[in-house]
C-alpha cells in the first residue's frame, strides 16, 4: 500500500490550498483520510470519505472551509482548503483505512502518506 500526499506550500491568510493523495497497492476496499499535526500538537483528523463517496465527516475546526473529494477511480483524494488562516499551519497525512465505510478515528487508519507541510503566513 503506499499513499503519496503533494501540494502543501505557503501561502496567505484567507488564500487557498489544494492537496492530493495519490492511493495505490490496496488489495480490499479502502476509506481515506486526511488528519494534520501542528508542532507540539497531536494529529488531529480533518476530513475523510468512505469507500462509496457517500459518507463524508469533516473535523469542526475546518468545516465550512475545506471540501474533501476523490477521482471516479477512488485511487486519489482531494482535499480543498479555502480561507486558511494560521492555525491550519501543520504537516498534512493521507491516510487509509479497511473500515472502508469510514471512521474519524485516527487509530482505525492503517497506512499513512509521508505528509505534505502547509503553512499559513499572517
Known amino acids: 500500500v503506499q499513499l503519496q500526499a503533494s501540494g502543501g506550500g505557503l501561502v496567505q491568510a484567507g488564500g487557498s490550498l489544494r492537496l492530493s493523495c495519490a492511493a495505490s497497492g490496496h488489495p480490499n476496499p479502502y476509506a481515506l483520510g486526511w488528519f494534520r499535526q501542528a508542532p507540539e500538537k497531536e494529529r488531529e483528523f480533518v476530513a475523510m470519505i468512505s469507500w462509496s463517496g457517500r459518507d463524508i465527516y469533516y473535523g469542526d475546526s475546518v468545516k465550512g472551509r475545506f471540501t474533501i473529494s476523490r477521482d471516479d477511480a477512488a485511487t486519489t483524494v482531494f482535499l480543498q482548503m479555502n480561507n486558511l488562516t494560521p492555525e491550519d499551519t501543520a504537516v498534512y497525512y493521507c491516510?487509509?483505512?479497511?473500515?472502508?465505510?469510514?471512521?474519524?478515528?485516527?487509530?482505525?487508519?492503517?497506512?499513512w502518506g509521508q505528509g505534505t507541510q502547509v503553512t499559513v503566513s499572517s
Open positions: 491516510a487509509s483505512s479497511k473500515y472502508y465505510t469510514g471512521t474519524r478515528s485516527l487509530s482505525k487508519y492503517d497506512s
